[in-house]
């Protein structure tokens, strides 16, 4: 067996995060049609869109190793996308639909901040320079993100779940 090196380990969280990044490619359309705010429905739309790069990039980094984009299945995003689902369908046409939404989001941003900020790190350490600054591109993008709906959330969204 040969021995697992931190190369293999950055291989294998790149080959999830790749999974998990299409995956939400095919979920963000279902929470901006679910939507019932009309910024929380632009702030899918735009994710959506940011996230078609961001799966871009991580291709440029599979390049940068030399190795072709693959995914494997992410539990965890199985796992957050489910609970967005189950959102969607117990609090369809209620006052906190949106609210709840928000927080699905959430819990997919601080996912991926986790990983792009631990793979950024490894590539640091693996000296893989083109990597890693793709790799913090998209890490700024999700913080972005989770800015934003947490001001969204913050400015209106709670307040509308809360007031009916």
């Given at each position: 067996?040969a021995d697992k090196t931190?190369?293999?380990?950055?291989?294998?969280?790149?080959?999830?995060?790749?999974?998990?990044?299409?995956?939400?490619?095919?979920?963000?359309?279902?929470?901006?049609?679910?939507?019932?705010?009309?910024?929380?429905?632009?702030?899918?739309?735009?994710?959506?869109?940011?996230?078609?790069?961001?799966?871009?990039?991580?291709?440029?980094?599979?390049?940068?190793?030399?190795?072709?984009?693959?995914?494997?299945?992410?539990?965890?995003?199985?796992?957050?996308?489910?609970?967005?689902?189950?959102?969607?369908?117990?609090?369809?046409?209620?006052?906190?639909?949106?609210?709840?939404?928000?927080?699905?989001?959430?819990?997919?941003?601080?996912?991926?901040?986790?990983?792009?900020?631990?793979?950024?790190?490894?590539?640091?350490?693996?000296?893989?320079?083109?990597?890693?600054?793709?790799?913090?591109?998209?890490?700024?993008?999700?913080?972005?993100?989770?800015?934003?709906?947490?001001?969204?959330?913050?400015?209106?969204?709670?307040?509308?779940?809360?007031?009916?």
């Amino acid at each position: 067996m040969a021995d697992k090196t931190l190369e293999t380990l950055f291989h294998e969280t790149l080959k999830d995060i790749y999974y998990a990044e299409r995956k939400i490619l095919k979920a963000l359309p279902k929470m901006a049609k679910a939507a019932s705010s009309p910024e929380l429905r632009a702030a899918f739309e735009k994710h959506r869109e940011e996230t078609e790069g961001q799966v871009e990039r991580l291709q440029g980094v599979f390049e940068a190793l030399g190795k072709r984009p693959q995914g494997k299945t992410c539990e965890a995003i199985e796992g957050i996308i489910a609970e967005g689902e189950e959102i969607m369908e117990e609090f369809k046409g209620q006052p906190a639909l949106d609210a709840g939404l928000a927080s699905a989001a959430q819990a997919v941003e601080h996912y991926e901040i986790a990983r792009y900020g631990t793979l950024a790190r490894w590539a640091e350490e693996l000296g893989l320079a083109d990597a890693q600054a793709l790799l913090v591109a998209t890490l700024e993008e999700e913080e972005a993100t989770d800015q934003a709906l947490t001001a969204l959330a913050e400015s209106s969204l709670n307040a509308a779940a809360r007031a009916a």
